[in-house]
């Protein structure tokens, strides 16, 4: 696999059109003349339901192509065409503020306690 078949296989998708189908009488599916040679690879799946009735038989054929939306969405990144918006890390200046304070407000207590030992003589 190569960069190119991945670039290739998206543009495909994103190019796919109903009109590049023909349902014959049978309910079989065959590319249009104007369609790209490899277009059956964007069809994502195919059903044929063959209905008997009294005026004979018929056929009823559902084509679904791959998800175009997406495809579109993976072409685009790959251009650069959509920024994406990354989240501002925390506030982090705030915390080590937070901790200084606290830290210091301790080294206080101890030096504190300290001095009052010291005063009694422990």
């Not at 290739?8 to 014959?24: C, K, P, V």
């Not at 209905?51 to 939306?69: D, F, Q, R």
């Amino acid at each position: 696999m190569t960069q190119d078949a991945v670039l290739y296989e998206i543009a495909l998708l994103q190019h796919s059109n109903l009109a590049h189908y023909r349902i014959d009488d049978y309910g079989d599916v065959t590319l249009a003349p104007n369609a790209p040679p490899d277009a059956m690879r964007a069809v994502a799946s195919l059903k044929k339901k063959i209905v008997h009735t009294a005026m004979g038989v018929s056929y009823e054929t559902e084509i679904k192509l791959w998800n175009k939306p997406a495809s579109l969405r993976m072409g685009g990144e790959h251009l650069g065409l959509f920024k994406r918006t990354e989240q501002a890390p925390p506030d982090i200046h705030v915390h080590v503020h937070t901790a200084r304070a606290r830290l210091a407000d301790r080294v206080a207590q101890l030096a504190a306690r300290h001095a009052e030992d010291a005063t009694n003589g422990h």
